[in-house]
């Protein structure tokens, strides 16, 4: 939970970024994904590169407001131990996880969840730089 709340960016520039009761429940669930995607990584270290985002942080670190992290909803991460960022994502991919968006990123794996009671879309994408669209599967 710390680890999914902590913002080096809110941190950094003295924001708040403490969830709601609605987004701490959210997270609650991120966390225990993260629990079965460690597992799958043969319980390698995961690295957190960011979870929850309050609407202030999200607007600084210029993330669209319609992201999963201001629901507390999406977890960033890296497992080096494991892998790059695409063989991550690729063990996920191949799992039953219950994702509802798998996004390979320029250097992280993006895990997004459906709110508790909607079906997960299980959208898998690859995005190779901020500036190009998102491609469908996961690109390596
Ligand atoms: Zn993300």
């Known amino acids: ?7 080096e960016a809110a941190a950094r520039l003295g924001l708040d970024n ?11 669930l991120v966390a ?5 995607i460690r597992t799958l990584l043969g319980d390698k270290p995961i690295v957190v590169h960011s979870g929850y985002r309050s609407p202030q942080v999200n607007k600084a670190v210029g993330g669209v407001t319609t992201s999963a992290h201001c629901r507390g909803l ?13 063989e991550v994502a690729l063990a996920i991919l191949e799992s039953d996880i219950d994702y509802d968006q798998l996004i390979l ?14 079906l997960s879309r299980r959208e898998a994408l690859t995005k190779r730089s901020p500036w190009v669209a998102y491609e469908l599967g996961i690109r390596d």
Not at 1 to 7: D, G, I, K, Q, V
Not at 105 to 118: D, I, K, P, T
Request: proline share 8%; charged share 15%.
């Open 1 to 7: 939970m710390e680890e999914l709340s902590f913002s």
């Open 18 to 28: 403490t969830p709601s009761p609605i987004v701490r429940a959210n997270l609650k």
């Open 32 to 36: 225990a994904c993260m629990e079965v």
């Open 74 to 86: 999406a977890c960033d991460f890296v497992s080096p131990a494991f892998g790059a960022p695409a």
């Open 105 to 118: 990123e320029y250097g992280w794996v993006h895990v997004g969840l459906a709110q508790e009671g909607l």
